[in-house]
């Protein structure tokens, strides 16, 4: 199981982190994906913190203990989205997914 | 581009059956794994199966196993989900993705824009 806030809200500017939690979570690789309203979801960060193509370098990741974490730096109004978290769970031999963030720029 | 493009979603009695249909282009289908991914309207993302790039393997979401089952034509570069017994839970966007696959890990990109099955009376 993993475990996200329901909710982050940041001001404009400001630096966003939102958890990811999960046991031994740091033994593992955890993905991100952003999905804004209407969309499908996207890709911003996979294996802990390689941001593929066109994502920014606002983006980065990070995993250690039994939290992961995606922080986006300098956030912007386009930046308002769900974020969701993955990873592969051994037990059940799939992937899984945490519960999703609603990032909110006040 | 890498394009996948979701079709064969509607409204469906309870108890009835669905087949997506999932188009690719723009990369070199038969090499990726394949996944269904779902999400009831406004909640949270679920896995629901996956095949590998030659069928050898199907795995499927304990709420669905026995009822739906995924296969692909690698010649069309097409993906398929047949859904039978549907029920109202059911009721979600269906998103045909891809699986970047390292051993023991997997991850999705890109997603498809999603087809909306409704299963209701």
């Known amino acids: 199981v993993l475990t996200q806030p329901p909710a982050v809200s940041v001001a404009p500017g400001q630096t966003a982190s939102i958890t990811c939690g999960g046991d031994?979570?740091?033994?593992?690789?955890v993905h991100w994906y952003q999905q804004k309203p209407g969309q499908a979801p996207l890709l911003v960060i996979s294996?802990?913190?390689d941001r593929p193509s066109g994502i920014p370098e606002r983006f980065s990741g990070s995993n250690s203990g039994n939290t992961a974490t995606l922080t986006i730096s300098r956030v912007e109004a386009g930046d308002e989205a769900d974020y969701y978290c993955?990873?592969?769970?051994?037990?059940?031999?799939?992937?899984?997914f945490g519960g999703g963030t609603k990032l909110t720029a006040l | 581009e890498v394009r996948l493009v979701e079709s064969g979603g509607g409204l469906v009695h309870p108890g009835r059956s669905l087949r997506l249909s999932c188009a690719a282009s723009?990369?070199?289908?038969?090499?990726?794994?394949m996944h269904w991914v779902r999400q009831a309207p406004g909640k949270g993302l679920e896995w629901v199966s996956s095949?590998?790039?030659?069928?050898?393997?199907?795995h499927y979401a304990d709420s669905v196993k026995g009822r739906f089952t995924i296969s692909r034509d690698n010649a069309k570069d097409s993906l398929y989900l047949q859904m039978n017994s549907l029920r109202p839970e059911d009721t979600a966007f269906y998103y045909c993705?891809?699986?970047?696959?390292?051993?023991?890990?997997?991850?999705?990109?890109?997603w498809g824009q999603g087809t909306l099955v409704t299963v209701s009376s």
């Open positions: 993705v891809r699986g970047i696959t390292v051993p023991g890990d997997v991850w999705f990109d890109p």
């Open positions: 723009g990369f070199r289908f038969e090499d990726h794994a």
């Open positions: 095949i590998l790039w030659n069928s050898a393997n199907m």
């Open positions: 031994n979570i740091g033994s593992k690789s």
């Open positions: 294996d802990d913190n």
């Open positions: 993955q990873m592969w769970d051994t037990r059940f031999e799939h992937p899984v």
